[in-house]
């Protein structure tokens, strides 16, 4: 059981480009909810130009509270909209590698209704459970920092470091799982059951093409998100002015946010649209091929 990573990449990479229309199922969600980034700079809108004022946020409870529900609100849309995106997404590299029809923006968006209440009940409990995890050991963490007066910060840097791979693998297992519902159409429990084997099977295989995924796509949004990042280097110099206006800052930030935010969710379209080929392939490869382990092919059934 295994598969072949320069071949995976290669497919990955011509289903990301020849099918372009791919991309709105990531970018539509993503800019749906970029809308709501201005909102977060709205605060600076109520702060009074002159010196020592605290924003009307911090001085009215009842305004914070709302702005914590909205944001709340506005994650929890996110994320439903964003799962739905990704069932079709899913669907469509399943069609295009298995030659069938239906591959269009508006079949696949109709069709990937099919799989949406399955992924989103995968998506809940693993980016969930996984995050309640992380939080737990982050306020541990963050508990033994204080206790031992910043000394623990200190020697919890390998152990933060080592986190990064084990998010990475964590991601693998999960899109595994998604994969797992689309591919074979199981339910939720066996979903996840079914991407738990084969990362335990093919571990070290899924953490090589991991990374070399992750590096790629670094390198890649890097070079195109950098130079629209130069201006935010500036802006503590803008805080440290005397001729500094909040309500200025506040819109200014608006505008550039939104020039901003296009690029950004079309280099997300094209990134996830290839990460999520290269893990979709994987698992085909990993369970539907002539080499595959019996007892994965059994799972899956």
């Known amino acids: 059981m295994s598969f072949e990573i320069g071949d995976v990449l290669s497919r990955a990479l011509q289903i990301t480009w020849r099918h372009k229309s791919f991309w709105g199922f990531?970018?539509?969600?993503?800019?749906i909810s970029f809308l709501a980034i201005p909102l977060y700079f709205l605060p600076l809108m109520f702060l009074d130009e002159s010196a020592g004022s605290s924003p009307s946020f911090l001085v009215n409870p009842i305004f914070f509270a709302l702005f914590i529900v909205l944001h709340l609100v506005i994650v929890l849309i996110s994320f439903v909209l964003v799962t739905f995106g990704y069932s079709s997404l899913t669907l469509g590299i399943v069609r295009v590698e298995r030659g069938e029809?239906?591959?269009?923006?508006k079949e696949l968006l109709q069709d990937g209704k099919k799989y949406f209440p399955r992924m989103l009940g995968v998506m809940a409990i693993t980016y969930l459970g996984f995050s309640f995890v992380f939080f737990a050991l982050f306020a541990c963490l963050a508990l033994f920092g204080m206790v031992t007066a910043g000394i623990g910060f200190i020697c919890a840097q390998p152990l933060i470091i080592v986190l990064y791979p084990v998010m990475m693998i964590v991601y693998a297992?999960?899109?595994?799982?998604q994969a797992a519902v689309v591919v074979d159409e199981i339910g939720v429990t066996?979903?996840?059951a079914k991407g738990w084997v084969l990362l335990k099977a093919n571990f070290w295989r899924l953490v090589l093409i991991s990374l070399i995924i992750y590096l790629g796509i670094s390198i890649v949004s890097s070079i195109v998100v950098m130079p629209f990042m130069i201006p935010f280097f500036f802006f503590p110099f803008l805080f440290e002015s005397s001729n500094f206006e909040p309500r200025t800052f506040g819109l200014t930030m608006i505008g550039f946010m939104l020039l901003l935010m296009p690029v950004l969710a079309l280099v997300q379209g094209v990134t996830i649209t290839f990460m999520k080929s290269t893990y979709v392939l994987v698992y085909i490869?990993?369970?539907?091929?002539?080499?595959?382990n019996p007892e994965i092919q059994e799972a899956a059934a």
Not at 26 to 31: A, E, K, N
Not at 101 to 105: D, P, Q, V, Y
Not at 285 to 292: F, G, I, P, R, V
């Open 26 to 31: 990531v970018i539509l969600p993503l800019l």
């Open 101 to 105: 029809a239906g591959t269009t923006f």
């Open 173 to 177: 297992f999960m899109e595994q799982s």
């Open 190 to 192: 066996k979903a996840i």
């Open 285 to 292: 490869q990993l369970t539907h091929s002539s080499n595959a």
